[in-house]
């Protein structure tokens, strides 16, 4: 049974100018101890259905209309706000995108970990403490009980990183949510904060789910990727075969787009068009504006997940032919 399975969600906000429906029937699942990739440009809700999965959906606008999580054999949408706080940064953590910002600037290393300690693992205020400065020596941070009793803006964006790996990982949980987790770091420290978090799953066999637009991150963290365009799943894939041959139009623009040694000189591809507006989305499939293969019917209906032949699935009436036209076929 999967770790984490995610059924039909739906969530929306509800604005003064319409309904934006941020997440518009997703499904996925996440096995125990495997990571899953979740791609996709800026605004097509990868981050929505972190937040929605531990119900952080902010405002009184936001609502989970629809659909189910199941995590660990429990639906958490009928959980009650206690119940649910017993779950986050114990059960499922988070790793939340910017460094630089997710930290509290007033408060120490100490008293920002402490919290979750205290909450979740019962321990007393030195117990934590001592805690502490292990999850701090095992993320690689020197003079750990030092830096224990510093405040946030005296630590590097790097560091800061580890900070937040040490926290979501300090009640084990069997679930990490990584929300674009290197952002804004360099791509030295960033190859090292990758480095850490596949030992740190190695060592405590925690399920990672890594929300990113990198596709080089996703071909080096995920062994199973999931693409997402304007509120949806458009293709899922094990990893190599969404390298070797991608299925969705999407997919496809988005590997074309990836910067390659080989062609270094050469004008970057961009897929032509925008994102759609989330208030005014076109009837039909919600690529077609931009997709060089539509034809009539991709403006009349919205395609539904077919399962490929390479054990994925894709949202799209004509991935066939499209591999064809590509010349690519799956082994």
Known sequence: M?????????????????????????????????????VGESGCGKSVTAMSILRLVAGSSGKIVEGSINFDGTDILLLTDKEMRSIRGNKISMIFQEPMTSLNPVFTINQQMSEVLLLHRNMTKEEAKQEVIKL?????IPRPSEVVDDYPFTLSGGMRQRVMIAMALACNPK??????PTTALDVTIQAQVLDLMNKLQKEFGTAIMFITHDLNV?????????VMYSGKVVEESPVV???????????IGLMKSKPDIKTSGEKLYMIPGVVPNPLYRPAGCQFNTRCEYAIEKCFQMEPDLTETTSGGRVRCFRWQEVQELRGASYV
């Not at 701090?136 to 690689?140: A, D």
């Open 136 to 140: 701090l020596q095992k993320v690689g």
């Open 2 to 38: 999967a770790l984490l399975e995610v059924k039909g969600l739906k969530t929306y906000f509800y604005t003064e100018d319409g309904v934006i429906k941020a997440i518009d029937g997703v499904d996925f699942k996440v096995d125990a101890g495997e990571t899953l990739g979740i």
């Open 175 to 180: 679930l990490l949510i990584a929300d674009e």
């Open 241 to 251: 075969a969404l390298f070797d041959n991608p299925c969705h139009p999407y997919t």
């Open 218 to 226: 996703i071909a080096e963290m995920a062994s199973r990727v999931i």
